[in-house]
């Protein structure tokens, strides 16, 4: 009963990160400068995908195996394998195509970000929101129909970059994903105190008080959609590599709306809220899948939809007892230094 404890707080604790970093590049965009970004699973499954479709090509390149032959997509598990038993004895290896990975995944979100500010400046808000919903398919739809990418419909294996931790393999992985996301959510929480944060916030709240102070609205927000979208890319590669596979059928509409659910509970341009609220919707959905079984019996319909009714009648409460969230964003401190007037 313990074991099977620790492997569910484990599992817990790993999806509550990847959902955190995720969530913290939406709140850069969506609380630090406004952009109404309905298209997180565009630059996730981007990630998730460039990690998919890469992590046996570079494998394969970094550990000098021999693919004259082999089709990545048609032998993929004999290619992985390869790579697996490789890595079981080679920890540097494996840290170095983990490395590799979330770089060319980041990259890839940043790129794809920089490309979908362009409507940002031109759009307005609702119009924005309904063309990021839009964009949020594309990849999907492009995952299942092109094989090549990452083997259509079935999906394909994905080398264990923590193969070399044997049985620790979960807890391992799971403490890489802390150290990242701690590393992001710090530089989030950096990034709302230096003048770059205030000068999103101030296109945020007034554009055209923005303009008039000489402030370059489109630059401001070409930098927040790089940040936030190479977050979310990142995000979408480590649950990849956690996963040990990926699927077009992984990225699904619940990773826009579900982000959203977390950072309404927990506050909109609060870090510590966007945690607090990814961790409090985990908590609940993995306690749900836990004890399906005995809420089966309890439940007059199917335990399947549980979930989202849950996300309905949460975003329903949220937005009608507490719009702000659990935590409110704070107004910024100012220090006013007054120098006393000698008469």
Known sequence: MLELFIVFIIDLLAFF???????????IELGYTGIPNFGTVFWFS??????????????????????????FIRDNMIIVMKINNILEKSPL???????????????????????????????????????????????????TAYTPLVGGPPGIAVPDVWAWSGKLRFTVSTLTILIIAIIFFAYAEYLVRTPLGRSLRVVRDNEVAAEAYGKDIARFRLISMIIG????????????????????????????????????????????????????????????????FELGGILPFDVV?????????????????RPQGLLPEKPPRIRLKVKERKE
């Open 17 to 27: 990160l990847i959902y955190l970093i995720l969530n913290t590049g939406l709140n």
């Open 46 to 71: 981007a990630g998730g995908f460039a990690a998919g479709a890469l992590a046996s090509r570079l494998g394969a390149w970094l550990l000098n195996i021999d693919t004259s032959g082999i089709d």
């Open 93 to 143: 290896q494996a840290l170095t195509l983990l490395i590799l990975i979330i770089i060319i995944a980041g990259g890839i979100g940043a790129m794809l970000g920089a490309v979908m500010s362009i409507p940002t400046v031109r759009l307005r808000s609702d119009y924005l929101a309904i063309t990021f919903l839009a964009f949020g398919e594309i990849l999907n739809v492009i995952g």
């Open 229 to 292: 979208s190479t977050l979310m890319s990142v995000a979408g590669a480590l649950y990849v590599l956690y996963s040990q596979a990926v699927n077009p059928s992984f990225f699904r509409f619940h990773w826009t709306f579900l982000p959203w659910l977390m950072i309404l509970l927990g506050g909109v341009g609060n870090n510590i809220g966007v945690l607090l609220g990814t961790f409090i919707y985990n908590t609940i959905y993995k306690l749900i899948v836990f004890y399906k």
């Open 305 to 321: 939809w549980l979930n989202y009714i849950l996300l309905g009648a949460l975003i329903i409460i949220i937005l009608i007892y």
